[in-house]
């Protein structure tokens, strides 16, 4: 099913797809990384994890009518999608304040944001992944000052469609982070993952962390939060 290494991530390797030009074979490691790089672990059964669960969530937004470039899932840990040229911005939506940006604007943590706030950040290991405004993705990026307009809407309707997704199995979605790529129609899709790596969960009800801030701030156990947020997702998928 697979063939050449395109390119490794931090989190998934990406191959081309053996006799299907166009095509992409995503395969989830079993690696976590946090603070660009610096923390770094491997869990027996995260790719596994990941890969179901974006996989799940992906088709979720396909039936709610968002284009992506998910086709399916192959086995454990691969999926199949389109060949799309990634738009180096990583797309915030944040619900509540978490995270980064409640030290750089000194906010509480639990402060909401109705509407929800956008965050662009320029997709650069080297540079640390920088916050940039609009002005900068035009020129940091090959997208039309429509496209970025259009990234915008498409990432708040995906945020929209995901908290009614995770409010029906008990969790709050304080915010996540989303890339889209572009086709070789030039149609820009969701790509990229949707899983506890990129988004903060957290249970309605105690308040509990699903999600990789326990990784990152070393306070529970990842594998753990993970099979819950897919076995919560398996009753409703
Ligand atoms: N995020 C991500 N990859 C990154 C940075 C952030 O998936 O390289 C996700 C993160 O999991 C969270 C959201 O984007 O759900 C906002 O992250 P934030 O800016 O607060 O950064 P962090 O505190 O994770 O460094």
């Known amino acids: 099913m697979k063939a050449d290494l395109l390119y490794e991530g931090k989190a998934k390797r990406v191959h081309e797809a053996k006799d299907q030009?166009?095509?992409?074979?995503?395969?989830?490691?079993?690696?976590?990384?946090?603070?660009?790089?610096?923390?770094?672990?491997?869990?027996?059964?995260?790719?596994?994890?990941?890969?179901?669960?974006?996989?799940r969530i992906f088709r979720l937004l396909h039936d709610y009518g968002t284009e992506t470039h998910f086709i399916k899932q192959l086995n454990e840990t691969e999926q199949l999608v389109q060949q799309t040229e990634i738009i180096p911005l990583e797309v915030v939506v944040r619900n509540q304040a978490s995270g980064s940006i409640t030290g750089r604007l000194g906010l509480d943590e639990n402060t909401q944001f109705n509407p929800p706030i956008i965050e662009l950040f320029y997709?650069?290991?080297?540079?640390?992944?920088?916050?940039?405004?609009?002005?900068?993705?035009?020129v940091l990026s090959d997208v039309t000052g429509n496209e970025l307009k259009e990234i915008k809407e498409k990432a708040l309707e995906?945020?929209?469609q995901l908290q009614k997704v995770f409010q029906t199995i008990n969790i709050t979605l304080v915010d996540f982070k989303i890339e889209f790529g572009r086709l070789a129609s030039g149609c820009i899709v969701l790509a990229d993952e949707i899983s506890p790596d990129t988004c903060r969960l957290?249970?309605?009800?105690?308040?509990?962390?699903?999600?990789?801030?326990?990784?990152?701030?070393?306070?529970?156990?990842?594998?753990?939060?993970?099979?819950?947020?897919?076995?919560?997702?398996?009753?409703?998928?």
């Open 158 to 160: 995906i945020n929209h």
């Open 123 to 138: 997709k650069n290991d080297e540079l640390g992944d920088p916050l940039i405004n609009d002005d900068h993705a035009l």
């Open 21 to 55: 030009p166009g095509k992409l074979v995503l395969s989830y490691k079993n690696d976590a990384t946090a603070f660009n790089g610096k923390k770094k672990a491997t869990f027996s059964g995260k790719g596994r994890l990941n890969n179901e669960i974006s996989s």
């Open 202 to 237: 957290w249970d309605i009800t105690t308040q509990e962390k699903l999600d990789k801030d326990v990784f990152r701030q070393g306070t529970g156990d990842l594998l753990a939060v993970y099979r819950e947020i897919l076995k919560r997702l398996e009753e409703i998928s």
